[in-house]
């Protein structure tokens, strides 16, 4: 007896458990937590994270990897483990309180509350601040220094000066207009300009005679400008001893990685009129500054080698302030010199004729530090200032031989790059010459061996990119370009596909999607080196209609002795120059068990494996859907399993290495269980295949308020599409499901999604979709459905998964084939508005951000990008497969707007006012369409809003909104005014119409 009672009263007691807990609603949002940054110190012994809520105060953790030490610093972020792991450097930020009361009484940036920084020695309690700190910078491959810059010290309130009376007053206001304008003569006096050797337009002596190094020196010439920026100030700080050296109106400030120099850019001092603007370097070792430069109007784009014993930057010293064209220069220092001295200009040998030095160019050293990378452009033309505006037209002149349409060509990030434009330029600091490496006509040119190597590569579109309005991609050649000699030789031409040079430059690897297979080219010819491979290196997958892309590539071998390639399970090493035949190096063991290996990058500077070099691996099972994480030695077939998905069902987050220390630190989840972080020492001795997660050490416990909420459980389900083929999607079942009981449900989906199965999901306002843990927890059902597309009929196959997946779950008895709903944004949308049109069972549709109509559609416009949307129907997501003109039929059949007469749900529909996806009159076209046949309709339009809301203000309406809509329908509560009767553009901002109506 007493056996029996045992389970039973278990039962009993579990039930009462889960009868006290509560369901989630809209309050429970901001507080809700996730581990935001993350790192571990290089010997391993320290984490550092934190941990944001949603909306509010976050925290930043300190905490020893055996657990034994733990330290919280309210508001903390930004952080920085210094090099030999004694000390974490961050930011702390104001009161979410403070900020928000600011924001509401509108207070300037100056006035807002400002960011600390703070010190903290790891493993002690102390924590030093700095007040109204602006930044912070510390050496990346050394250690022992800070710099932090503070804000702004804000103007004093001007005194008011005691009356002297009427007369002195006069006299007062007499004496300043004199000196005023004598000011305005003295700054309308020409200056004097020094003249050059050989009578260079500029104010620095060039030798161009051997290219070498001039004399100049660091003072130049400073024209009358317009007032800049002073600055704000900058104290170095020793770490070990607290010793603080303080440098006033700084604009600028970097590191070199070792640390052993700080380049300083300097403002004039407003209260001095002979100071002037500077370039400096510290030795914070020895305390000693060198003046680089003085005097100018702007420099910018500084870099230094890793040691800083190389510096560059640009510099414009000549130009005042209405000039309508300024030229940079580049200028350069090493030790030795007592100031940078100029090395390049547009007048310079090498520079091509009418090309100068771009601002907008990256500076950069190749890695031993004997070349020096740079921009070039067109010497600009100067805009026509005697023309009057507004007697002149604005118009945009479009052309049909227009490499891009007008709006793509005036979208303004395309537009500010074509005005940045710039092309790739080399100075060997050896031959002392310039290389124009990059051209109009070759724009992008990709560097081989950190800057080093004798071959880049060059990638163009020229002359093919009016086809990108319908391809959505455009044809490529690719250029082998010897460095030295800037000669540029034609490796591939037409190629679509994907470039991967190797890291020496030996090699030019790229994967071609019309062949379906990897070529290399050695220098002299191209071969195809997975010609051997018998399983597809493209995406088995792929249902659009256009070649399939590749699955990627994993790296290279160092010294470029081989490459690594994936399939869809696992990874090939292939010989670039194919002297020998293609391995698989996880021994097919992924594709037997279905289990797919990706490499996890742990190293940020990693260029390529070394021999025997330490990897992990994520895995995921492609048909549970669960992950893992696996270690083991490169070109070694033995493997450590941290987690396999064979353990049960998780997901793991970022994978961080300690350098030295051989720890791991990463963020475990599934549907249930909050993504905590967790630390794991990896070379304990572990035997192969022994699960390791249990010696992994849990570092934090987020989100313990879960347990008092009814959650709910993930699960796959299986059934057979009205195609034919086996199908698969997620069911999300409430905490407290009962097989006996009906629920109402709602299907959500948009590709495939079951690979999501084990993800955790917060409770959240969200940008689109359905929030499936507060849907859960509130009684209803989410069914995710999988759907495998046939090109020319997405509607159809749309139908033929969710509408047969709905129907195989009402077999099952628990879900309410008279309550069932539709949820999709976007492509999503598209669809929920298509079914509709074609069946009877669903009693709500909510489309986001749908397309209603193809045939319109086809010749919009996607306003994020200024791009034609023709190539989304011929060549993808869309999935007609021809144009327009050829495939009409198959238009208007996948238009849900040509059938919405069949349209029984009452449907709502979001389409936003700035969405540059789907343009919003689709969902205009949808909304006037059902209103004017008679249906049950609403759209929503967040003002400003674009493809899916980022105001948090707004997501969090439109879930309210969402949960009262299907609780009216599915449930039969009580609708919402906004339902009944609409919120009028009169009463817009005072009735949101989000009461109850009885």
Not at 159 to 181: E, L, M, Q, W, Y
Not at 372 to 380: A, D, E, Q, S
Not at 641 to 655: A, D, H, I, R, T
């Amino acid at each position: 007896m007493r056996k029996v009672l045992l389970p039973i009263l278990l039962i009993f007691t579990i039930d009462i458990a889960v009868a006290q807990k509560k369901p989630l609603d809209h309050s429970v949002y901001d507080s809700w937590q996730h581990i935001g940054e993350r790192m571990i110190s290089h010997d391993g012994k320290w984490v550092v994270y934190t941990i944001d809520p949603q909306q509010g105060d976050n925290e930043l953790v300190i905490q020893s990897s055996d657990a034994k030490y733990k330290k919280t610093v309210p508001r903390g972020y930004g952080a920085v483990i210094t090099e030999d792991s004694r000390y974490v450097l961050f930011k702390i930020k104001p009161l979410f309180k403070d900020t928000r009361d600011a924001r509401i009484k509108k207070k300037k940036p100056d006035d807002m509350p400002k960011d600390s920084m703070a010190i903290v020695e790891l493993g002690k309690e102390d924590v030093w601040k700095a007040a109204k700190t602006k930044s912070f910078r510390s050496p990346q491959k050394s250690y022992g220094w800070v710099a932090y810059q503070l804000e702004k010290n804000p103007e004093p309130p001007s005194k008011h000066k005691p009356s002297d009376g009427a007369a002195n007053k006069k006299i007062t206001d007499s004496f300043n207009r004199v000196i005023d304008s004598l000011q305005q003569v003295i700054q309308s006096m020409p200056v004097k300009k020094k003249r050059n050797r050989d009578e260079n337009e500029g104010g620095d002596f060039i030798d161009h005679t051997a290219f070498t190094i001039d004399g100049a020196d660091a003072d130049g010439d400073d024209p009358t400008s317009a007032p800049a920026d002073t600055g704000s100030d900058l104290v170095v700080r020793n770490l070990e001893t607290g010793e603080e050296k303080v440098f006033s109106n700084v604009l600028e400030y970097y590191f070199s990685k070792k640390g052993n120099r700080l380049l300083i850019e300097q403002a004039r001092n407003p209260k001095d009129s002979l100071s002037k603007l500077s370039i400096m370097v510290f030795d914070p070792v020895e305390s000693r500054s060198i003046i680089l430069s003085r005097g100018g109007n702007e420099f910018k784009n500084f870099v230094m080698t890793d040691d800083g014993l190389q510096i560059a930057y640009l510099g414009e010293r000549d130009a005042r302030p209405k000039e309508l064209q300024k030229f940079y220069r580049v200028w350069y220092y090493q030790p030795g010199m007592d100031s940078a001295m100029l090395l390049v200009d547009k007048n310079s040998v090498g520079m091509q004729l009418g090309m100068t030095i771009s601002e907008y160019g990256t500076l950069s050293f190749s890695k031993n530090g004997k070349r020096l990378f740079f921009g070039t452009c067109p010497v600009p033309i100067p805009k026509d200032t005697s023309l009057v505006e507004f007697e002149h037209a604005k118009v945009d002149i479009w052309h049909y031989n227009d490499d891009y349409l007008q709006t793509v060509q005036n979208f303004p990030p395309r537009l500010r790059m074509a005005q940045q434009e710039n092309f790739l330029a080399v100075y060997d600091f050896e031959s002392r010459n310039i290389k124009q490496l990059g051209s109009d006509r070759i724009p992008q040119v990709l560097i081989t061996s950190e800057g080093d190597g004798d071959i880049f590569v060059g990638i163009t579109d020229f002359g093919k990119r009016i086809e990108s309005q319908w391809r959505g991609n455009t044809l490529k050649d690719i250029y082998a370009i010897d460095v030295k000699t800037g000669a540029k030789k034609l490796v591939k031409e037409h190629l679509f596909g994907q470039v991967y040079p190797s890291s020496t430059g030996k090699y030019i690897m790229w994967y071609d999607r019309l062949a379906k297979n990897y070529f290399a080219w050695d220098g002299i010819s191209s071969r195809n080196i997975t010609a051997k491979i018998k399983v597809p290196l493209w995406n088995e997958e792929f249902d659009s209609p256009d070649d399939p892309n590749n699955y990627g590539v994993m790296g290279w071998q160092e010294g470029d002795s081989a490459v690594y390639v994936y399939d869809k399970y696992d990874v090939w090493q292939l010989d670039p120059g194919a002297r020998t035949l293609p391995v698989n190096y996880t021994a097919s063991f992924g594709r037997i068990s279905k289990e797919s290996f990706r490499y996890v990058r742990t190293d940020p500077e990693e260029l390529f494996f070394k021999h025997n070099q330490e990897v992990f691996y994520r895995t995921r099972n492609e048909v549970t859907k669960a992950g893992g994480l696996l270690k083991t030695v490169l070109r070694q077939q033995a493997v450590k399993n941290l987690y396999s998905s064979e353990y049960g069902g998780f997901l793991f987050g970022p994978v961080v290495k300690s350098k030295d220390g051989g720890f791991v630190i990463f963020t475990k989840e599934n549907f249930t269980f909050s993504p905590d972080l967790y630390v794991w020492r990896g070379d304990e001795n572990i035997k192969v295949g022994e699960k390791l997660i249990d010696s992994a050490r849990r570092l934090s416990s987020l989100n313990p308020q879960q347990s008092g909420y009814l959650w709910g459980t993930a699960e796959l389900f299986k059934w057979k599409a009205y195609n034919g083929k086996e199908a698969t999607g997620i069911v999300y079942k409430p905490g407290d499901f009962d097989p006996k009981k009906k629920y109402p449900v709602i299907v959500y989906f948009y590709e495939k999604l079951t690979q999501d199965l084990y993800d955790y999901k917060e409770p959240a306002p969200i940008r689109s979709a359905v929030n499936v843990p507060f849907f859960v927890s509130r009684g209803y059902i989410i069914f995710m459905p999988d759907i495998e597309y046939k090109v020319g009929y997405p509607g159809k196959s749309a139908y033929d998964y969710i509408v047969s997946g709905a129907r195989a779950l009402v077999k099952k008895g628990w879900a309410d084939s008279t309550n069932m709903a539709l949820q999709g944004h976007s492509w999503g949308g598209y669809q929920a508005a298509q079914l509709a049109t074609m069946t009877k069972l669903f009693k709500a549709v909510w489309a986001g951000a749908p397309v209603a109509n193809m045939t319109s559609a086809y010749g919009g416009i996607r306003w994020e990008s200024g791009i034609s949307r023709q190539f989304q129907y011929e060549k993808a997501q869309s999935r007609i497969g021809g144009t327009l003109w050829q495939k009409l039929p198959l238009y208007l059949q996948n238009s849900p707007l040509f059938h919405l007469d069949k349209v029984t749900a009452p449907m709502v529909i979001m389409h936003n006012d700035a969405d540059g996806a789907v343009p919003w009159y689709q969902g205009i076209e949808l909304f006037t369409g059902l209103r004017r046949l008679g249906k049950k309709v609403w759209m929503f339009n967040y003002n400003g809003q674009g493809h899916g809301l980022t105001q948090r203000q707004d997501m969090l309406d439109y879930q309210v909104r969402m949960q009262q809509f299907f609780d009216w329908i599915l449930k039969g509560g009580k609708p919402a005014k906004w339902i009944t009767e609409g919120v009028p553009a009169v009463k817009k901002g005072k009735d949101w119409g989000l009461e109850v109506v009885d």
